[in-house]
């Protein structure tokens, strides 16, 4: 089977994409460049399923960056299942994940699903407040300091699989209160509009019996079993740690990423 993807053509390079840059975002440094003209274009299908990237070599003479550096970034693409690296071969294109942020789902084994997962976002709520939610298990230093709060449903196959709430800076994050964030990802958006780029951070996880107020939310029987994740998240800016909240359904869906 993989003689045959192999043998696919190589599709020709494109020149890199200047991201948005504001003066309140840093520049980032040349493999993040690399990883992000990659990924859109892997998302916007330039580079077909089974097929191969350009090699190391292309890539480094093409975009004049250094080998660790082209390294670097493809590296971030295989961690995101975005390639399969071979050696001797090259990377080879594969299925778009299908993820949420850091999390990616995948049927359980039992689970007889024929469709392809489609994930919608839902926005519920969206404020700027200066109170820090309580039930979070993580808190900030400053709980007083201004807050952009988000509660958000996505679903999987018109399904409530996630209730999440988000607490995110507001000093950090001029104008986000104005961006479209309804069936987007959180992360693409911080990641395009300000640079900001999940290093990784500290988490909580544990099962329950859904609270009523949360079951009433995503429409499931109050007392059910669900997942609780707890996140405080770190980024590349000293000054920009976000924290979330988030309940799931696992019993049709596993959660799978890297954190």
């Known amino acids: 089977m993989l003689r045959k993807i192999f043998k696919k053509e190589v599709l020709p390079l494109l020149p890199l994409t200047p991201l948005l840059m504001t003066e309140a975002t840093p520049r980032l440094p040349q493999y993040q460049f690399l990883y992000e003209t990659l990924r859109q274009q892997l998302h916007n299908g330039t580079y077909e399923i089974g097929s191969l990237l350009p090699s190391e070599k292309e890539l480094q003479l093409t975009y004049k960056l250094t080998q660790p550096t ?17 050696q001797g071969k090259g990377s080879v294109v594969l299925p778009l994940p299908v993820g949420s942020g850091m999390l990616s789902i995948e049927p359980h ?19 700027i407040s200066s109170v820090f939610p309580a039930d979070f298990c993580f808190q900030p230093e400053n709980t007083t300091a201004s807050f952009y709060y988000i509660e958000r449903l996505r679903t999987v196959n018109n399904e409530i699989i996630f209730y999440e709430r988000i607490a995110l800076p507001t ?4 104008n986000l209160q104005r961006l479209t964030l309804e069936n987007r990802s959180l992360f693409d958006v911080l990641r395009k509009r300000y640079n900001v780029i999940v290093k990784g951070g500290d988490e909580k996880v544990w099962a329950m019996t859904v609270p009523s107020e949360i079951a009433h939310i995503m ?6 079993p669900i997942l609780r994740l707890e996140k405080c998240i770190e ?25």
Request: charged share 25%; with cysteine.
């Open 70 to 86: 082209i390294r670097q970034a493809l590296s971030m693409l295989a961690e995101e299942g975005y390639i399969k690296k071979f």
């Open 109 to 127: 084994s039992y689970y007889n699903c024929t469709q392809e997962p489609e994930i919608k976002t839902t926005i519920l709520t969206r404020s």
């Open 171 to 174: 000093s950090e994050l001029p």
């Open 219 to 224: 429409h499931i029987p109050t007392g059910k």
């Open 235 to 259: 980024t590349n800016r000293p000054h920009l740690t976000f924290y979330s909240s988030l309940y799931a359904c696992t019993d049709k869906y596993l959660l799978k990423g890297r954190f």
